[in-house]
């Protein structure tokens, strides 16, 4: 399935104003923030290509982060950091990073499409759209922000604690991260709300 503009057109024709795709990064890794984008994107400005940042590999999604942010009509990007998600909850720092990234806009949407079916409370309408990054072009161009920023600030961190490979895995489990932590323990870019982690500091 390829995404469209169509669930943008017809919702800003239904809220008299403009529609913004929003989505997340980063809600399962065991390290680092959890960022989200938000685009608006131009009808005869699109970018070819755009898609779940999922389905793409990281070099097209890097030059379509060009693209998106050179052609879009208004874009953000947000992040809520490991303290805030380990206070607040990882639901709730999503949405803290959701807002951050539509207030950084140029343009403020009257309304936003937002991946996935909870409704987060936003600074402007809420629709949620389960699976679409892969329905709404500007849902997928957000995806591919979100990713992208993320991508980059964990492999800054990989220089700033090296030894636990978030260049590679950007946080998430794997069998390389899961040895790091046993060997170095966590370190201050760690989820400690979870599991795995708030058990290595138990030990």
Not at 48 to 69: M, Q
Not at 76 to 87: H, Q, R
Not at 125 to 142: K, R, Y
Not at 180 to 199: S, Y
């Amino acid at each position: 399935m390829i995404p469209t503009l169509t669930l943008e057109t017809l919702l800003s024709q239904k809220v008299g104003g403009p529609v913004c795709g929003v989505d997340e990064a980063g809600r399962g890794p065991w390290a680092g923030p959890v960022s989200a984008a938000a685009v608006i994107l131009s009808p005869d400005r699109l970018p070819y290509g755009i898609n779940d940042s999922k389905a793409l590999n990281a070099k097209r999604r890097d030059a379509l982060e060009g693209e998106i942010k050179a052609n879009a009509m208004a874009w953000g990007v947000g992040f809520a950091s490991v303290e805030e998600i380990d206070a607040l909850n990882i639901l709730h720092a999503t949405g803290l990073a959701m807002c951050r990234a539509i207030e950084a806009m140029a343009i403020q949407p009257v309304a936003a499409l937002v991946d996935g079916n909870y409704r987060f409370k936003l600074p402007c309408d809420v629709e949620t759209v389960v699976g679409g990054d892969g329905l709404s072009l500007s849902i997928a161009a957000a995806s591919i922000l979100a990713k992208t920023a993320r991508d980059r600030l964990m492999i800054e961190m990989d220089a700033v604690y090296p030894g636990y490979g978030f260049a590679g895995h950007k946080g998430y489990n794997a069998p390389v991260h899961q040895e790091a932590l046993r060997t170095l323990g966590p370190c201050p870019i760690h989820r400690r709300g979870w599991a795995p982690i708030r058990a290595l500091l138990d030990q």
